[in-house]
């Protein structure tokens, strides 16, 4: 089977790893088969480790475009979907004066006062697009009912200018960090990706490939310490972001190894609440100041 993405699951690998992106196996592959499949890939894990930025990579690798819904709680299908500009029908309803409302009805529910938003934009665009669901378990399960008949068919029904089909499925990915649990029904319909905090040698991997700049040994050092820092009872552990940022500091200050006291100088970068970076003094023994 020939994707209009990938070639293989090796070919997903290099495109990603050319982007910055270093995919193991099962992602590389579990990718390869969406784009193949035309089926949505709900991908799944702890925040940071790379669910959002694999459906970025995707579109930076294929020249694809990537038009993004940001799920929250309140999400509502006027903020999804489509809603209309009632500032501007207003106005023309003013304008049109003794006009008979038949002619104003379907002049003012016209493309010209349509405000499309994220799921009806990808739908419409006849370019390549990654369409990115990102933290879908933030939503209420309404949202996933639109969602279900959006991506069950590729198509929106406008009441007032019909059925708006896909002239080109995007490839769909929706990320989650499994907050609550999704429907049965919207899971049926995706291929599943769990992605974790990477082992030590693939997050080396990923800081040197992200932060050229950084010796090997202080990158050594610094994904020791994440991986003590993540073994911890956190309310936030670090993100791979969060590793390559002290990678940057790291380099920034000249700091040649990663001894107490710059881990101390420097914790902020990669731990974000208080009560975080007393636990982490405490022990990994360190010396504040």
């Given at each position: 089977?020939?994707?209009p ?8 690998e ?25 089926k ?5 894990g ?5 669910k ?5 990579a995707?579109a930076?690798?294929t ?7 940001q ?13 209309w ?7 023309r ?24 938003r994220?799921?009806?934009?990808a739908i ?6 990654v ?12 949202v ?66 992200q ?5 090997e040994r ?8 994440v ?7 956190l309310?936030k ?11 940057r ?15 101390a100088?420097?914790l902020?970068v ?7 970076h ?12």
């Amino acid at each position: 089977m020939t994707s209009p993405w990938f070639e293989s699951p090796a070919d997903a690998e290099k495109q990603l790893a050319a982007v910055g992106y270093l995919a193991d196996t099962a992602t590389a592959t579990t990718t390869y088969l969406a784009g193949a499949l035309e089926k949505p890939l709900l991908v799944e894990g702890p925040a940071g480790v790379g669910k959002t930025e694999l459906a970025k990579a995707v579109a930076r690798a294929t020249g694809a475009g990537l038009v993004r819904l940001q799920c929250y709680e309140g999400l509502d299908e006027a903020r999804a979907l489509y809603e209309w500009n009632y500032k501007k029908q207003l106005l023309r309803i003013q304008a049109a004066g003794d006009q008979a409302w038949d002619e104003t009805h379907d002049d003012i529910f016209s493309e010209e006062f349509l405000l499309t938003r994220p799921l009806l934009t990808a739908i419409r665009r006849d370019e390549p697009t990654v369409l990115l669901v990102d933290e879908v378990d933030k939503t209420d399960v309404e949202v996933e009912g639109l969602l279900l008949e959006v991506l069950s068919d590729f198509q929106v029904t406008i009441p007032e200018l019909g059925t708006v089909e896909a002239v080109r499925r995007p490839l769909v990915v929706l990320t989650s960090n499994a907050t609550r649990e999704l429907s049965e029904a919207i899971k049926r319909r995706c291929l599943f990706l769990h992605i974790d905090y990477p082992d030590s040698e693939r997050e080396r991997e990923i800081v040197l490939s992200q932060v050229p700049e950084v010796e090997e040994r202080l990158a050594g050092e610094l994904v020791e310490v994440v991986a003590r820092l993540r073994g911890l009872d956190l309310r936030k552990s670090p993100s791979i972001a969060e590793s390559v940022d002290w990678a940057r500091t790291l380099v920034a200050l000249g700091t040649g190894t990663l001894d107490e006291d710059a881990i101390a100088a420097t914790l902020g970068v990669v731990l974000k609440h208080h009560s975080d970076h007393e636990r982490a003094v405490e022990e990994l023994r360190l010396r504040t100041r």
